[in-house]
């Protein structure tokens, strides 16, 4: 086993730890989080500089590489600031389920507006009464053939880019009659300005540079070569991208998270005097950093070596998948929330951040599955099917 980085490795993860510091100053970070705005400036920086798109192929505009170069780049990204950073790393969710399905006219067309800032994408994959309910029964939102069309009608929630970006990448019922019901999803290519779409932005606790919003679509035509890949292959594309997603688009800023709201926990019991001392002299303080530095260090473990195995393979291992997913997400809020209580009153104030990473984290636990949901997957693995 070798746990080091290479030298193309170290220097793109120097090279995005120097972007991220002289891009996503806190003064920065802090106007996006109260203005509520998509950091477009440093987005079309960052593609210039090829860290959009770090890992989709070369002929599409972007560099070529692989998984773990584009988690290092999304975790310092999020160490200097994490809904602005995670957002300026990527160009969305779900251009993989195009890389791996699409026609190479799709791809042709799609992929490189996205790795060259000209606009960002969107995916669509829950529903306002599912959750992360896929299976159980026929999607609620469907895509029904009419000549050489389909014709959409429902609505999807929780989608990021939704208001600002040109297309998006929607799960639909293709065939309601097929069982098991998800056996009949099929993913569709929808440019945003068809006729009959809908975008609501939800006012949210945190994330506030990524709007997130709901999608209505009423009697929406597209035509049939907007299809990925083959009728009844929507759900397997949408997992197989979801499983490679949680590494490096929640494992990696998760990690990220934890280790800018640490950062300036250190930083401060570093230098933070009480009683005529500094407070990180207090056990109860120097434990609290020890345990912090720990958690962080075993989610960035894990999810290394996720995104190795992916890079290795080819293809992501589910159950690893879920357990970097909730327990990055997880200890992100944990490393968060003590680095408030080290600050004291001061943590609970938006100038020292640690409560934006707070707010951040949170999301991060919800987002692609609650952790819930991911160690039922887990356990499924463990035990298979007990009678």
Known sequence: MDFE?????????????????NELSKDYVLEIERSHRFPWEVFKKSCELGFVGIDIPKEYGGQGLNLLERALVAEEFCRCGAGVGLHSSGPGLGVEIMLWYGSEEQKKKCIPPLCSGETVMASAFTEPDRGSDLVTSPLSTTALKDGNNYIINGTKTFITFANIAKFIIVLCQTDPKAKPPYKGQSTLIVELDREGIKVTEFEKMGWHAAPTTEVSFSNVRVPHENLIGE??????????????????????PSVGIAQGAFDRALDYAKNREAFGVKIGTFQAISHKLAEMATKIEAARVLTYKGAWQVDGKGQADPKLSSIIKWYSARIAVEVCDEAIEIFGGHGYMLENEVEMFYRDARALEIVEGTREIHKNTIARFLLGKLK
């Open 5 to 21: 980085l290479n030298k193309e490795q170290r220097d793109i993860q120097k090279a995005a730890k120097k972007f991220a510091k």
């Open 231 to 252: 009728e009844g292959q929507g759900f397997y594309q949408s997992i197989q991208f979801l499983d490679r997603f949680r590494i490096a688009g929640v494992g990696a």
